[in-house]
């Protein structure tokens, strides 16, 4: 078993040191120490709902970009620019997924996904998946949930912040894993007419605005496919994020991501909200 | 590990002076805010005086006479396994260094970056045990350029040292980076910070042909393999440090603020005409331990009062003719004082 999950962490890009690193992290053992980028907030509210921190586990890609050009009066998807924003982001969130699993993780709470286009070159970005892993303890979330990991049995992920995540156990869902949809569009110029035939007049860019809504929805719609193969009852906390990169300003990449959940109970419940007077700046 | 620890006998006259002033007067600075004094103080400790520690290094040397490649490629030195028998040409038919083999590490720079921050930290605890705190809390951690040379760097450590009235301790004050309010919560929750945990990895790695090759504009959707496992195993380094910084201070966790990675690119000490990529990672978080598992306060879903959404003042219109608009203003009380008569 330990073999088998051994060469599945090589396949998957993760460096032997790292291995060793959550070998040693293995939990359970007197004496095991966990470390974990959750804020106080966080952690003291992760572990209220039953779970226990056991490692930051990370992922990174760079990644270098391919080059496509769009046609200057025609909106497209740039299809290989998509591609490698999203092969290179599944590369980052899987290596990330293989450090929790080998450390017997339920799950990865409070997710980071960046791109950053770093002092590597101009075509190069670097994709980074940061976590926290966590192990659920038994009657996590109220008690009678026997699995948390997702239908593909991996480790579920969640960009929630611990705050969020504890609001969304309390009231009965689980969160899946998360689930992410891109698209690198490029909007078409206007053309030299419709220009000067603008000029001075309060009109809709309807090409603009056309072009704009295609790729929301295909950004959209991508990332409800992701949900819909985790069987999941919906997606919560979706942020749908602009990115022009390098591309200039009429190549604009739409990243739409979320987390997928499921039900642990029919009542979904919450306490009432209270009023207060907040200490924190 | 710092050689020397910095007692309080060896601080500079200056902050000597500040520190007994402070002491004698009883009265203390804090760099903490409002809330967050009011966090510490619902805990039972109160502000002991801002404390800070300062150290100047000199961190020139980043492995600068080592690559890995150029040692195996083209001076022919190290492992036999790169150095293909035969060949007379210095770079012909001779297999480059992959994976963990072609990345170099830059021992010297580590430790230097490490013991820098760790003499900043030590002089600023050592400040904290001169005023009789218990430890120092809100610590910023900083590094700045000194002046124009750029090899010299100026490490900070500045934060508000604590204390709880009536209580000494004999025990090495703490130093952590969290809030007023997360030391409260922690504290509340049976959780003590033991100290700051630092983990920091530079390496750097040759651009091979391999990598070249990955990064023209002809190479199309491609993931750097090199780069990649250079960033990677940087970082993987700097969370072993961060472990091994945990395990020698005994703490049974860490909270991490900051994850920062720096890349850099410099001439390859080696190969004529080459680049090299220099990666640093750093992490910093505080090293905390349970001291106490009692029942923590309980949480409660609660809705902040924050100022986000602003809501108009109450609008008070006082009409003092009386008359027919008596009735719509009898409920104000300043309305109501001005009205018994009329």
Redesign the interface.
């Known amino acids: 078993m330990t073999e088998q999950q051994g060469t599945d962490l090589e396949v998957q ?1 993760v ?4 291995m060793r ?1 959550l070998a ?2 293995r939990p359970g053992r007197p004496g095991a ?9 966080e ?3 992760v572990r ?1 709902v039953g779970f226990r ?1 056991v490692g ?1 586990v ?1 992922g ?8 496509q050009f769009g046609r200057w009066g025609q909106s497209q998807e740039l299809d ?1 620019l998509s ?2 924003m999203y ?2 982001r599944e ?1 980052a969130m899987t ?1 990330m997924e293989a450090e929790a699993q080998a450390l017997g993780a339920d799950g990865v709470v409070g997710v980071r996904l960046d791109v950053e286009m ?4 101009a ?2 970005a ?1 994709f980074i998946a ?1 976590g926290t892993a966590v192990v659920a303890e038994p009657g996590a979330g109220g008690g009678g949930v026997t699995n948390w990991k997702n239908n593909k049995s991996m480790p579920f992920t969640s960009d929630l912040s611990g705050q969020d995540f ?2 969304l156990i ?1 009231a009965g869902y689980a969160p899946l894993g998360m689930v992410m949809g891109s698209c690198v569009y490029h909007i078409a110029h206007q053309r030299l007419g419709s220009k000067m035939g603008n000029i001075g007049r309060n009109v809709e860019l309807e090409q603009f605005t056309q072009a704009l809504y295609d790729a929301r929805e295909l950004a959209m719609s991508r990332m409800q496919a992701e949900a819909e193969e985790l069987a999941a009852e919906g997606i919560v906390g979706v942020q749908l994020r602009q990115h022009s990169h390098t591309w200039g300003s009429h190549t604009t990449e739409f990243f739409a991501i979320g987390t997928a959940v499921r039900p642990l109970r029919e009542d979904h419940i ?12 | 590990m710092p050689t020397s620890e910095p007692t309080g006998e060896q601080l500079p006259p200056a902050a000597r002076e500040r520190l007994a002033d402070q002491r004698a007067a009883r009265s203390w600075g804090s760099s903490l805010s409002v809330s967050e004094f009011a966090a510490v103080s619902k805990v039972g400790f109160e502000p002991a005086g801002q404390v800070l520690g300062a150290a100047v290094y000199n961190v020139g040397d980043a492995g600068d006479d080592e690559c890995p490649y150029g040692k195996a490629v083209y001076r022919r030195e190290g492992s036999p396994v790169y150095r293909a028998p035969g060949s007379g040409l210095p770079f012909a038919g001779r297999p480059a260094p992959t994976g963990a083999a072609a990345i170099g590490s830059a021992r010297p720079l580590v430790s230097v970056l490490y013991q820098a921050r760790r003499a900043a930290i030590s002089r600023m605890t050592a400040e904290c045990t001169a005023l009789g705190a218990l430890g120092v809390i809100a610590v910023h951690l900083e590094v700045g350029p000194f002046g124009d040379d750029e090899d010299i760097l100026e490490f900070r450590a500045l934060g508000t040292a604590i204390r709880a009235p009536g209580v000494v301790s004999r025990a090495q004050p703490f130093a952590s980076d969290l809030s007023g309010q997360d030391f409260t919560k922690l504290v509340a929750h049976g959780w003590m910070p033991v100290g700051l945990a630092l983990g920091v990895a530079v390496g750097y790695r040759h651009d091979d042909w391999l990598t070249r090759g990955q990064t023209t504009m002809a190479a199309g959707n491609v993931e750097v393999d090199g780069y990649t496992y250079l960033v990677r195993q940087m970082r993987t380094d700097a969370r072993n440090e961060l472990e091994l910084d945990l395990v020698r201070m005994g703490a049974d966790g860490v909270v991490v603020r900051e994850l920062q990675t720096k890349i850099t690119e410099r001439k390859c000490p080696i190969v004529p005409l080459g680049r090299d990529h220099v990666v640093e990672a750093t992490i910093v978080g505080t090293a905390i331990t349970q001291f106490a598992s009692f029942a923590p306060p309980p949480i409660y879903g609660v809705r902040k009062l924050d100022l986000r959404r602003a809501v108009p003042p109450p609008q008070v219109s006082v009409n003092l003719s009386g008359g027919e608009e008596q009735d719509e203003t009898a409920g104000s009380p300043v309305a109501s004082q001005d009205l018994p008569e009329g």
Do not use: C
Not at chain 1, 33 to 41: K, M, R
Not at chain 1, 270 to 281: G, K, R
């Open positions: 890009g460096p032997q040191d790292a690193r040693e992290l120490i966990f470390t974990s980028d959750l804020s106080v907030n952690f003291l509210l209220e921190p930051l990370l990174t890609s760079i990644y270098h970009v391919g080059l290989v591609q490698a092969h290179a590369l290596r770093k002092e590597f070159g075509d190069i670097e940061v504890w609001t309390r919450i306490q009432t909200p209270t009023m207060v007077l907040s200490l924190d700046a």
